[in-house]
């Protein structure tokens, strides 16, 4: 049976977006971060269709473990590391590379590593997003501390993440690169530091290994551009169908709260897909959805299963049964994503476990 509400994800998308990010940093290796479910493509049908990546980055250790349990053999990075002695086993059993950023983290390391444990570890170094790593002054001790354990495989490789190369303009990332270049001068270890928003603004941020998320999936990271500005292409199409049509009079009002108000006679559709799916509450009357592959404005609130659409524009007049999509082909996320006033990594995310993920 078709679900009611489909993510298409499109293999060959995702696949010409790692070529396209290959290109963008030519003389770098790929981090392909397939964390959250992959962006909500899938996890272990992301890491299949990505399998050209030169390693995957995930949050937490039951991500690698999925990868690990579906046969999947790639070089897996947790980008938060491990967080006790179960983690650390479970991390070295299944030859995770670590990051450490935190002085509790060389602690576990030195007092829980399994005794023939070789791992490959990132020291994480906060150079101003103030979320995790060692600041300036501890950098170098705790590189030190770190460097010195028999379980640490090789030099230990030198990470840090960008909180603001999202906005090009900003002098936040070159301040950043230059803490980055200043704190690791000198040091052996390979180097990462650029996220989507690095690898396309900041060509300096390179380095030996990119870590893109959202550009594979085909969305652009700035405001106000989309992915096919880059040449990319969306991966994933959320999509459903009409279950209703109506004739509304005048004055009739659509919806939780009946916000919208038939302004003329007025031709409504109603598709199955709501809140309950990720699909955001927050999107207002006016926002973009596509009936039969054409722009319609949503009419009311977004309800857990079900939007009301004001087709009375499209001719020929859509039935039950037609075609809608959400966002993806035809529909950058990113548009509906300012719509919804968040990002569309929230809205790629945010897809619910009812949602049938349909690789393609
Ligand atoms: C440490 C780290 N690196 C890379 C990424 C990928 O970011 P983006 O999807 O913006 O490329 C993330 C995502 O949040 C991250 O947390």
Sequence with gaps: MTPMVSATVDADALRHNLAAVRALAPRSRVMAVIKANAYGHGLVAGARALEGADAFAVARVEEGLTLRREGIGARVVLLEGVFDREQLELAAAADFDCVVHAAEQIA?????????ARLRVWIKLDTGMNRLGFKDRDFGAAHAALAALPCVAGPVNLFTHFANADDP?????????????????????????????????????????????LLLYGAAPFAGTVGSDAGLRPAMTLRSRVIAVKSLDVGERVGYGGDWIARRPSRLAIAAVGYGDGYPRSLPSGSPVLVNGRRAPLAGRVSMDMIGIDVTD???????????????EGLPVEEVALWAQTIPYELLCGISQRVGVVLR
């Design 108 to 116: 576990l390391l030195r007092e829980a590593a399994p005794r023939d």
């Design 169 to 213: 303009q900003s002098p936040d990332t070159a301040r950043q690169l230059a803490r980055f270049a200043a704190a690791t001068d000198g040091l052996a270890g390979e180097r990462s530091l650029a996220n989507s928003a690095g690898l396309l603004a900041f060509p300096d941020s390179h380095a030996d290994w990119v870590r893109p998320g």
């Design 314 to 328: 499209l001719d020929p007049a859509p039935l039950a049964g037609d075609p809608v999509v959400l966002w993806g």
